[in-house]
């Protein structure tokens, strides 16, 4: 039973949004009906601000899971409609449908004309089920290619949005080769011949996620998260008890910042206190800064010694040993 | 499987002769039902004798993560299969064709892909490429390996860009899929084959049965991701049993590389326009 | 349509007075039906005044094969729209963007591609290359020309080649399908634009609803074949109401073209790699 | 009712292939009873020669129809099992489904690898039926772009089979495209970097037999047909009287002979008197030499050149009337 009470963190998390609804509360009540509530409101600001420091100065990975879930954390369509002006979305694979969980589309950032792709995460139960919880079909993937094609064609670059649980595990997803798309997706981004910067917004679900991630430049919103699989899933895996989710987290070193450290995310773009969603606006000028600046240093590499590097970086993911048994190259 | 002189086959249940079972590449000679096999016994019964020459012998997984108990488990996989890794690679010939030859190994944590199964089919391809020979994979495989966490997931891009050049370069790429062929692996280089094979009732997907059926809540047809069912779906060209494989893998490479195989031939073919 | 100060609805029934219906570039302001329009009025409701200089004015079809009355439903046609041929083609400028611009005309003999229109959008993609200009077509046909045997069917090979070579050399193509782009012209240009759009409510599809019913001996749904079904179907990109079809162009032709279109810009593009 | 009535034509091959039958019936028995029947067979083998004579030096273009159409007529897999060696069948478009009615295969031909495609129409209604009469789904034109592009990256020269009534007119193949696949095979084909040889083996039903016909060489035999529209279809539109669909199979210039004449069909290969069901093994012989011919030709062509040359053929097809009230190019 005790696996089921929410985690400390949540905990946390949850008397912090209480005591600012509350503070939020007097503070109005003062405005509208001119009672001063300074004597009421200080100790409640000042325990308020000691949860803060002690969730968000070194929240936990479990803890940066849930804010990386957080509902009210900026979609795609937050960043696409403060980021980009001219937006002009595209529909569908020319093959078998349109996903609406993936978006592609034609759009300008700071002027320039660029496609952004991305997956298409909802902010409520209605936009979630209308767009799958950002979990896209293989024809999601194939519109997200066909986007990037055109980008190649007019060499612009593509800016990808990472925020997804993970493709759809669905019976007709197999059937029309889920995996096949994804293969396919990852190896042409890995020579596209225009820049790709891809920023990893929320969730950056395994296969799915990495579909639409494969890039010059990758840059992690500093509480979002990006996994080989769930925190739940790789805990029923080893310990067959989901509940363990919180270790995982930690095991898995699923945070921007493992991940820099690894080499796998190049640049981590700092949220503000308390997360994205405390701040959007604070948020959507930190991306925009890092996007203008890595697009900027992208669009002068000439083609040929950007292919190259996309390639070199992958190529050195990954940490092995190897005996010096045999002489290699 | 267990030693003793009678193996059980796990399909029909019939008690068979382990010798005859071998004589038959471990295909049941009562039901059809294809073993799975070694990364060694996979080699073995492909290459022509003595012609498989390793690569990367001594190349093996770290602990990246600090991963609980991850050192043992590999320990472990290491003492059981006598392999340091979960792939072998390296040039071997079939019916006299050269090749750069991969093979996973199912027994060896699952033939899950952790750095040194990427880099060992990354290095794979680049030497395909440099020889210009043609890569030959066999995946057996239940996916990413989550104790190395997204450096696993990172040897997805790692290995389709190899491949990807070595598909810009002109150069063929034939994949095959025993089973089990599922998740990360079928999402980078099983499925980027020029031609793709598969074992009959080879269980190939992307996502797992038990997951699929939580999210759809519905139970799935008995031949669903089975070899057989993709084909049918278009996602392979070929099923073929494991006893026609060498020869419809000599034709293959015959066909798709034979101007390349004559030693005296080596001036480079022309670049593919993708 | 016929004359007169009053019109009738076809979607809706209502009488709509004539010149209410012009300013509303012939879309029912009760009920939003698209009415039809021929290739002159789609230029006009398009382009910036005065601004379209046309290609080949004086191409028309020949009766290659000596088919019956085909010289009479020419003349027919042609006196009819006054018109030579099913398209007009040029040059002409959508809010200051330069463009090769081409429409098919369904009023004349249904819109169907002979040689004379595959010819002119042949040489549409051809001088849109030649001046590095976006190209934009407007379809509205039943299909190939019949009277014209396969040399109508070869139209669609020759006006899809001359667009892969305007992709070739990196330049774009708008398509938009207007009601209703049916048959040869769907399995030509029209499916083969960068940015497929659509007019709301148009039908688009190969075969015939009536040849698909007797086939699958079914009714189709009332929705089948529209702009709004193939959207779904992920067939196109966009279905924009001829209202916004201008705006929409002209920010399409900033994104795609804008680089080439200032005059002083002539240098050629890098060439695309498809 | 008169148009119910079987044309003439067939009328006069009816009663051949009776003749044909009794012959062979006498010749039977004389052998098996040493009886001698030469008397009795001579007037009959004189009157099947009238009668071959007759319907075969001026067949019409409907009686060319019905030869095209024959169910014996040699198919694709006769073509394939007859004129090439080391057939390795490749199945699928890695999209959808495997379309089996259309074929794509590596294969050898004179001992060269090419990639063979074509419409796999069968011999009876069992194998009709399972590959849906030769009417390809779109899913079959994307098997076999994926098939070309194969022959692309190994520079082998692809060799197409056309014998088909059309794309299969349903609506999943609507829903999934069947214009956008015929479109862009027929765009890919038009600049595909290898040769492309065609073969229009029986009938060539529009858009779906032009999906795979556009090539460097396309040859067509002699009772073969290729039509925008069917005869019937053509009839039932112009005339409303599907019945007048001999006057239509005349009006269209379906024939091998007239496509000739209008620059559509490169070389017309002779079939046996009496059309290829006859002696099938002189209509391989036939065409084997023929391709060889092309094949060996093109062989030799810097690919540039043949691309530019394929572009102008095509571009070339149509005739037009061009006033001269304005100067072009
Ligand atoms: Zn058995
Ligand atoms: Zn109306």
């Known amino acids: ?49 000691q949860l803060r420091v002690q969730i968000y100065t070194h929240p936990s990975p479990w803890h940066i899971v ?62 979630n089920i209308a767009r799958n919880f950002g979990m896209p079909y293989p024809e999601g993937y194939r519109k997200a290619l066909r986007a990037m094609r055109l980008a190649e064609k007019f060499r612009y670059p593509v800016i990808s949005f990472v925020d997804t649980p993970g493709a759809y595990p669905g019976d007709e997803a197999e059937e029309r080769g889920q995996a096949e798309a994804i293969a396919r997706n990852i190896q042409e981004m890995s020579r596209l011949r225009t820049p790709v910067v891809v920023v990893i917004t929320g969730e950056g679900g395994s296969g799915g996620a990495l579909a639409i991630a494969v890039g010059d430049a990758v840059l992690m919103l500093q509480y979002a998260v990006y996994t080989v699989i769930s925190p739940e899933g790789c805990a029923a895996i080893l310990w067959h008890d989901a509940s363990r989710a919180r270790d995982a987290a930690a095991a898995l070193k699923l945070t921007a910042e493992d991940l820099h450290a690894l080499g796998v995310v190049d640049e981590v773009l700092p949220e503000p206190f308390g997360g994205a969603h405390r701040d959007p606006d604070a948020t959507f000028a930190t991306v925009r800064e890092a996007l203008q600046r890595h697009l900027q240093a992208l669009r002068t590499v000439p083609i040929e010694v950007l292919l190259d590097r996309r390639y070199e970086k992958y190529r050195r993911m990954g940490r092995i040993l190897e005996e010096s048994t045999q002489s290699i190259e | 499987m267990p030693a003793g002189i009678w193996a059980k086959c ?41 012609s498989f020459q390793e690569y990367d012998a001594g190349l093996a997984s770290t602990d990246p993560l600090g991963f609980e108990s991850y050192p043992d488990k590999l320990s472990e996989a290491q003492a059981k299969t006598e392999q340091a890794e979960a792939v072998l690679t390296g040039e071997g010939t079939i019916e006299g064709w050269r090749t750069v030859t991969g093979a996973l190994d199912f027994y060896f944590m699952g033939g899950s892909m952790g750095s040194a199964v990427g880099e060992k089919v990354a290095r794979a391809a680049e030497r395909a490429h440099a020889q210009r020979l043609p890569l030959l994979i066999f995946s057996a495989s239940g996916g990413a390996r989550m104790q ?51 074992e009959p009732g080879a269980l190939i997907g992307f996502a797992g049965r038990r997951v699929i059926e939580q999210t759809i809540r519905r139970k799935l047809p008995e031949d669903f991701q089975t070899a057989e069912f993709c084909l049918q779906k278009g996602l392979l060209d070929m099923v073929v049993p494991r006893t026609e494989m060498r020869s419809a893998l000599s034709r293959l490479l015959a066909f798709v590389g034979a101007p390349r195989l004559v030693p005296v031939q080596i001036e480079p073919a022309p670049a593919a326009q993708p």
Do not use: W
Request: aromatic share 4%; glycine share 6%.
């Open chain 2, 10 to 50: 796990p399909r029909c249940r019939n008690l068979i002769y382990r010798k005859e079972l071998e004589r038959n590449l471990k295909v049941c000679p009562k039901c059809s039902y294809h073993h799975r096999l070694t990364a060694v016994e996979r080699l073995e019964i492909t290459l022509d004798e003595n």
């Open chain 2, 148 to 198: 190395e966490g997204v450096l696993s997931l990172m040897q997805l891009a790692k290995t389709s860009a190899a491949i990807g050049r070595l598909h810009d370069a002109g150069l063929p790429y034939l994949s095959v899929m025993c089973d089990p062929t599922t998740g990360g692996v079928t999402a980078s280089f099983a499925f980027l084959g020029d031609v793709i094979l598969a």
């Open chain 1, 66 to 127: 849930q804010l990386a879930r957080q509902s009210q954390r900026p979609r795609l369509l937050d960043f696409l409609g403060t980021l980009c002006s001219d937006v002009m979305e595209l529909h569908g694979d020319r093959l078998y449908r349109d996903d609406p969980a993936l978006l592609a589309a034609l759009a300008r950032f700071n002027g320039q004309p660029v496609v952004v792709i991305g997956h298409n995460k909802g902010k409520d139960t209605k936009e």
């Open chain 1, 1 to 49: 039973m005790t696996e089921r009470r929410p985690s400390p963190a949540a905990d946390l998390d949850r008397q912090l949004a209480d005591l600012e609804q509350e503070i939020d509360r007097l503070r109005r009540r003062s405005r509208e009906h001119s009672v001063p509530v300074d004597a009421e409101i200080a100790p409640l600001v000042e325990r308020a601000e």
